[in-house]
Every structure is written in C-alpha cells, then in structure tokens.
C-alpha cells in the first residue's frame, strides 16, 4: 500500500530595507484523489475487482514527521471478504537524513476496513526503508531497500507476514512537467494470506503543475509474479488519473 508527503524549510524573500519577511512554513498539507480500474495490492493481488477512488491527505512538519489518512472507496464492482474496497487507513511516520548521506523512512499505519470498529480484517503495518541518492552520468538515481510488517490487530485474520522490497527510483522534471519512475523486487512472506514467493513490479507518473497549488498526474503500475504463486496473482497493469493540491 503507498501516499505522497512534502517538507518544505523555513523562507526569507530577499526584499528592499525595512520590508517584511515571509514567515517560516513549518507545516505543509498535501491532498490528493486518484482513480485506478482496480484495487492492486503492493502483493501484486488485486483486493477488488472493480474500479475504485483512492484519496490521502497528509500534514507534513519541515522536521521530517508526517501524519495523514487514506481512504479507498469502490466505484464498481463486487464486494470481497474482507472488503478492501472500503478502507479508511491513518497513518504516521518520519522522513528523511541519516548519517552516511542514507534516506531513512519509518511509517506506521492502522488498515482499517469498515464498517469501522468491527476490525475484521484491520491490519497494522510497520513500514522502514533505507536508501540513498546517487548521481550518475548526470542523472540521479535512489536505490532503496524496504522492510515491512503486516500483522491482523485482533485475532489470527488477515495472516501476519513481512515483505522486502529492494528496488530503484528517479525523477524527472522538464518545465511544469515532472515525474518519477521505479522498478522494485518483493519478497512476499505469505501475508494475507497469499503463497510465499517473488514478485516483480513497477510504477511511477506523468504530472503537470497547474497554477501555484494543484497538479494533475497520470500514475501508472504494474506487477507480475517471478515465481509460481498459484493463488490468483498475474500479470497485472493500470493506467490512472490522480488530482493533487499543495499548501
């Protein structure tokens, strides 16, 4: 499951004498809606059907902590058991540098299905990755590595497990056009439920900046199983339409 977050420093304009200066921005609040034809897990499963409206909107502080919340809503489809379709998640975490020029970020977040309160299906995960910025012939690219842990926040249901996800990303920008791109290898532990085994996957988005606070992008995916899995997941890929606004 992923949210975009951005920090920004404090700022001076550089002014006449005795004019004000702009004051500081410590917080920024980021929210976004998209659309995709499917619920397609980060397992590389899809959790439903038919299409569906995903929305977050986060609070970020310039010291790196973040909070926010995210919630999927079908827009068609079927209704599976447990019904990721209605999700209403919260999480929390911290961005940012580490000794070694490393990236580090902790997430935590609560996977809440509704109706809210019955906690079938409510999953806790824990979310750490490490990774690095480096500059080649010009370009720069951010290898990572991710650990994260899944585990059902009453009883035995969903089934807890881990997936590492080690994989590379890089940005573009051309103008108002600018995007990001990465390709990731998973290892899947057997969480929720699905068979142990690797998957292949990738993703990334076109975005246009409109104005000074809103963007619209076109985020893409795709996922396909490297090993033999034999519990539904195949080859899967989306095209999406996604509206941003930025404080």
Known sequence: LT???AGCGAKRVKTEPDAPVSAPINWVVNVNTVTWPSYLGGNGAIFHPGAVAQSS?????????????????????????????WE?????????????????????MLVGITPIGRYNGDVFQLTTTVGKNVRIRGKTLSPYFTYR???????????????TMTG????YAIRRVSGSVKAEVVSDSGAFGFRPGWI?????????????????????????PLTVTSDGRKFEKQIGFRLAWQQ
Do not use: C
């Open 149 to 163: 842990y899944a585990t059902p926040v009453r009883g035995d249901s969903p089934i807890s497990g881990t997936f």
């Open 200 to 224: 292949l996957q990738g993703g990334g988005n076109v975005g246009l900046q409109i104005g000074r606070h809103w963007r619209a992008e076109m985020p893409f995916r795709w996922s396909t």
């Open 88 to 108: 209403v998640d919260a999480f929390g975490g911290w961005t940012g540098k580490i000794p070694f020029d490393l990236n580090l970020s902790i997430d935590t």
């Open 168 to 171: 590379v990303s890089t940005g």
């Open 3 to 5: 949210f975009a977050a």
């Open 57 to 85: 909107m986060t609070l970020s502080h310039k010291s790196g902590a973040y909070v926010g919340t995210w919630t999927s809503t079908p827009l068609g489809g079927p209704a599976l058991s447990p019904n990721y379709a």
